[in-house]
């Protein structure tokens, strides 16, 4: 059963198209996140199922019902805002009960209701206090306890927790996930930080100017971009820019514009990719240093160390001028005592490269689509 | 009984500990202190003293206290009279013996002096909020066109001091009033004439509704747009979204306004005046208008009348505790955003046709009656006395050709003088007093700043007897003496450097609030010094709110009444305002044109104070 959709959503400000034809299928229960850079429109979307925009093109269904043009009031959707938005004139436990009053619940069904609330945002005995006198962690959970109140069927969430310093946003993250799987609501969320996208959601949309890019698991989205845009937003990565050589069964070889030659792993194929310029995409860590054989490998020299902790981070100079990084786990020890400036290879596994067109940023490789991994991806993950 | 110990000894605590900061403070930053101390001197010597010397007069029977006073004004019938009488009437009819037009006369009812006074501040102030009220909501929360020009015609009231909106009021609906002369009596055969507690209450209303607006708009366009979307959000509908949010976030506003309206009100001199002036009997039965035509005890004396220091004391009184009620709720209420970034601009309601043709019809009426006093003072001063259609120059002439010894051009000169003088002190010392308001934090310092901005709340004809008493028995000094009875110019202008201070600091201080202290920590980091800081980093960031606050100050000081009218007791030294309280009916042209033109230096100086300052709202009500 799927909860809410979005179809062919166009939203304009003005002459600015802000929206581009989104469509958006969120199951019911599943937390899907917007990300994106800023200004890619990811509020803008939010506001549109809130009801505070209306599309100009495409339709917003929740169940079986089309609410594109219903008032927000008349939506039941909880919503919480990056400034958190509570009242200062209503004490914590008004603020919260406000939604409820409005459907006139009895009093004592209100003071019950509340109570859970505030103990399953873990705030117990702090209702009396007014909203300044609340750190702001703690007045974000008053937000989202407000928003849970009236039972939503779809919470809202426009980068609630960007205010919050980073120890509060990983611990509120897992609160917020923890309660709407509780309570089975439907969350859409926005956040333009990649780490917490990843921690907090069942999907992601990754969006830029308007467009969705992809959508996927966060493994998915982390694993198996499709798109060099996600390649390089989320996570990261190498870049070496060169192009195809040659095609075999399962695997192509492309010349770096360094002149070496790197293989990788391709399930599929096209006459049409030899030749092409491309960029091959890597992430730091799956480099092997100092390899037995001479395949898939790159040297160059060190020209910058890092200890890390638990790693060692390498910059590695080529000698056309090209820098790759590479992050070393292995060995540490002995590769911190390296000296700056001593010659380096190292080898790339095959399959650890991805490859892109150079030009439109599509991946190479796959089967052309940017479409979605099958929706019941998401299920297992909770 | 313990917990008290430990009470006292931290305040004791705390205080010696505040001493010592400031000690060390003292030693690193003499200049700031220095400051400080003279400011709060003058403001000591020429505020507090005065008016300590006033609450004494009127307890004070030779070094005995006695509440006499006191208790004659809430007892005696012509000062407080709650009864209503066989004489008293609110609107009567009276038809000529001898036939011809009848005319109906609205007046309102007399209460003795006292409780005229505080009825006159009562309903000015709710018909001001009911006013202010809706034309901040509209402008603020709902969409129509046409907000930019309604956003400056609503400040037109403003550019019209209450007394000259008198005259232009009574040019209008005076029994030789175009109103009644042109329309009423030719047309329906009679005339309606305003008069007495009604008529200044109207006056007043179109004048201060503006500063309840300006408030309540700054309040409603700052609040922060996801209040209200939460509220819609979560099933609320525009109405209780007003009732339940928006008010309550903007009550703040709403509530030092009205205070500060109703203060304003009751202090206000000038329209008991022009309407005595036409000859209104009960328009001279205020606080005000009393203690200015009876203030000395006896014809040869310098000494202050008992009954005048009562009603002063009175009058400065109910201000004192509403100023401490404004700045309790302002500061303790004001919503410092709890949130910080902002998300979205405001949804505005979407009049449906008929609710739109409403919205036009209300600010048109509302704008047309306010704009009435305007455009009778504008008319009668261009036409000959009694007419509509033979316009005349003359009343202009008389202004620009008449002796510079003597005549208008001579008040045109004191007022410039007066006013421009007072402005210049304004501006170097608000600028000081705001700096020092605003980068020192210690213990003390909310004493002094209630001192530079409690004057907006002080009568003037309370300060103004204040310094009679106070100079009174001053010898001659030429210029240098303080002693109004021999040359007033001196205590006069310092009287409104003291009284329209707060605008100015007001403004400095917010300007100083959007500069970061690390600009300055910076330059003193490299080596400058203090004054050069000021002068080259400073006073160049908030150049403009210097600027635009000593507008302000100006357009009130060339507007002020009641300190003038005490102080200045020779003709050689009046002002503009100082003529203006001299009006009769006959010489409605010439004084006509003499509000024209107070009219349009306003007017001018508050457009350009509008483009330096884009927070209007606490420039203009000093709040
Ligand atoms: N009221 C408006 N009028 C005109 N343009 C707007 C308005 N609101 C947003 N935009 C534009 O629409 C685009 C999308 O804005 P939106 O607020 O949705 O971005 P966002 O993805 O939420 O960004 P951020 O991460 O910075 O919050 C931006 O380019 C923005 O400039
Ligand atoms: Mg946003």
Redesign the pocket.
């Known amino acids: 059963m799927v909860e809410l959709n979005l179809q062919n959503i166009h939203i304009y400000?003005?002459d600015?198209h802000?929206v581009k034809g989104i469509n958006l299928d969120i199951e019911n229960g599943e937390i899907l996140t917007l990300l994106?850079p800023?200004?890619?429109?990811?509020?803008?979307i939010l506001r549109a199922v809130a009801g505070f925009i209306t599309p100009k093109v495409g339709s917003i269904i929740l169940g079986n019902k089309e609410i594109t043009n219903l008032p927000p009031r008349k939506r039941d959707m909880g919503m919480i805002f990056q400034n958190y938005a509570l009242w200062p004139h209503m004490t914590v436990s008004e603020n919260i009960g406000f939604g409820l009053k409005l459907r006139k619940k009895p009093k004592s069904f209100i003071l019950s209701k509340v109570n859970e609330l505030l103990d399953l945002v873990h705030l117990p005995n702090q209702g009396d206090k007014y909203p300044t006198q609340l750190s702001g962690g703690q007045q974000q959970r008053v937000a989202l306890a407000r928003a849970l109140a009236i039972e939503p069927l779809v919470l809202l969430c426009d980068?609630p927790l960007s205010n919050l310093d980073y120890k509060l946003r990983v611990e509120l993250r897992k609160e917020i996930r923890d309660v709407s799987k509780t309570l089975g609501v439907t969350v859409v969320y926005?956040t333009?930080d990649q780490t917490e996208a990843l921690a907090i959601s069942d999907r992601i949309a990754v969006l830029n100017e308007g467009e969705i890019i992809q959508i996927g698991t966060p493994f998915q989205i982390f694993h198996d971009p499709h798109h060099l845009f996600v390649a390089t937003f989320i996570g990261e990565n190498n870049i070496f820019e060169g192009s195809v050589e040659s095609i075999n069964s399962g695997t192509c070889k492309v010349e770096l514009s360094s002149g070496e030659k790197l293989e990788l792993v391709l399930p599929y194929s096209d006459s049409s990719y030899l030749k092409k310029k491309v960029k091959l995409m890597c992430r730091f860590d799956p480099f092997v240093l100092e390899p037995k054989d001479t395949k898939n490998t790159l040297s160059g020299i060190v020209k910058h160390k890092s200890f890390m902790g638990t790693y060692v981070q390498l910059e590695v100079e080529q000698e056309n001028g090209n820098v790759f990084i590479i992050n070393e786990e292995e060995n540490i020890k002995k590769i911190d005592e390296l000296a700056l400036g001593v010659p380096l290879s190292v080898h790339i596994p095959a399959e650890s490269l991805l490859m892109f067109d150079a030009e439109t940023g599509e991946r190479l490789g796959i089967k052309s689509s940017v479409e979605d991994t099958p929706v019941n991806a998401s299920k297992s993950v909770s | 009984m313990e917990k008290n110990v430990s009470y006292w000894e931290e305040k004791r605590l705390n205080l010696g500990y505040g001493l010592r900061q400031i000690k060390n403070d003292i030693r690193s930053d003499p200049i700031s202190w220095s400051v400080i101390f003279f400011i709060s001197l003058f403001f000591i010597t020429f505020l507090v003293v005065p008016l300590i010397l006033i609450l004494y007069s009127a307890i004070n029977y030779n070094g005995t206290i006695k509440f006499d006073a006191i208790v004659q004004i809430f007892s005696d019938k012509q000062f407080f009279d709650p009864i209503i009488g066989g004489g008293d009437y609110f609107i009567q009819i009276y038809t000529p013996p001898g036939g011809g037009v009848s005319t109906i006369f609205v007046t309102g009812l007399d209460f003795g002096i006292v409780l005229n006074t505080l009825i006159i501040g009562i309903f000015t102030t709710l018909l001001s909020v009911g006013i202010g009220l809706t034309t901040a909501f509209l402008m603020a929360r709902v969409n129509f066109q046409g907000k930019t020009v309604l956003n400056g015609l609503l400040l037109i009231p403003l550019v019209l001091p209450p007394f000259v909106s008198g005259i232009g009021f009574f040019a209008m609906f005076g029994n030789e009033g175009i109103i009644n002369k042109f329309f009423l009596g030719p047309v329906l055969g009679i005339n309606v004439i305003f008069q007495g507690l009604f008529a200044i209450i109207f006056v007043q209303s179109m004048h201060y509704f503006t500063l309840i607006h300006l408030n309540v708009y700054s309040a409603l366009m700052n609040a922060d747009p996801s209040m209200e979307e939460q509220a819609e959000n979560l099933g609320a509908k525009r109405s209780t979204i007003t009732r339940k949010i928006t008010l309550p976030l903007a009550t703040p506003g709403i509530a030092s306004g009205s205070i500060l309206v109703f203060i304003l009100s009751m202090e206000d001199l000038g329209t008991p005046i022009i309407f005595g002036g036409f000859g209104d009997a009960i328009a001279k039965k205020t606080m005000t208008y009393y203690i200015k035509n009876n203030f000395f005890a006896g014809d040869a004396t310098t000494e202050i009348g008992k009954t005048s220091a009562a009603i002063g004391a009175l009058l400065l009184v109910i201000a004192i505790l509403g100023f401490i009620f404004i700045r309790k709720y302002v500061s303790l209420r004001q919503y410092s955003m709890v949130s910080k970034g902002r998300a979205?601009?405001y949804r505005s309601f979407n009049p449906n046709v008929f609710q739109k043709v409403g919205v036009y019809l209300f600010f048109a009426g509302l704008l047309i009656t306010a704009t009435l006093p305007h455009i009778g003072i504008l008319f009668r001063s261009v036409t000959k006395a009694g007419t509509t259609d033979q316009f005349t120059s003359s009343f202009y002439q008389l202004i620009f050709e008449s002796n510079q010894s003597q005549g208008f051009l001579l008040y045109v000169q004191n007022t410039l003088i007066y006013s421009f003088t007072a402005t210049i002190f304004i501006m170097v010392l608000a600028t000081m007093a705001g700096y020092v308001a605003n980068r020192k934090k210690f213990f003390g310092m909310s004493f002094f700043d209630t001192l530079v901005t409690i004057p907006i709340a002080i009568p003037g004809v309370v300060l103004g007897i204040g310094y009679i008493r106070m100079f009174g028995n001053f010898p001659d000094w030429g210029i240098f003496t303080l002693n109004p009875l021999f040359f007033p110019p001196t205590i006069l202008i310092i009287s409104y450097t003291v009284r329209k201070f707060p605008f100015t600091v007001r403004s400095v201080y917010s300007g100083l609030q959007q500069t970061d202290e690390v600009l300055e920590e910076a330059a003193l980091n490299l080596g400058a010094s203090k004054p050069r800081v000021l002068a080259r980093i400073i006073i160049p960031l908030i150049i403009l709110n210097i600027v635009g606050g000593a507008l302000v100050s100006l357009v009130y000081i060339m507007s002020e009444v009641s300190t003038t009218l005490i102080l200045i007791s020779d003709s050689r030294y009046g002002n503009l305002v100082w003529k203006l309280a001299d009006i009769s009916a006959g010489k409605l042209g010439v004084f006509a044109a003499v509000g024209v033109l107070l009219m349009m230096i306003q007017a001018v100086s508050l457009m350009v104070t509008n483009l330096l300052l884009r927070n209007r709202a606490e420039a203009l009500t000093g709040i």
């Open positions: 400000y003005d600015f802000a994106g800023s200004g890619c429109g990811k509020t803008t980068e926005v333009h | 979205g601009t």
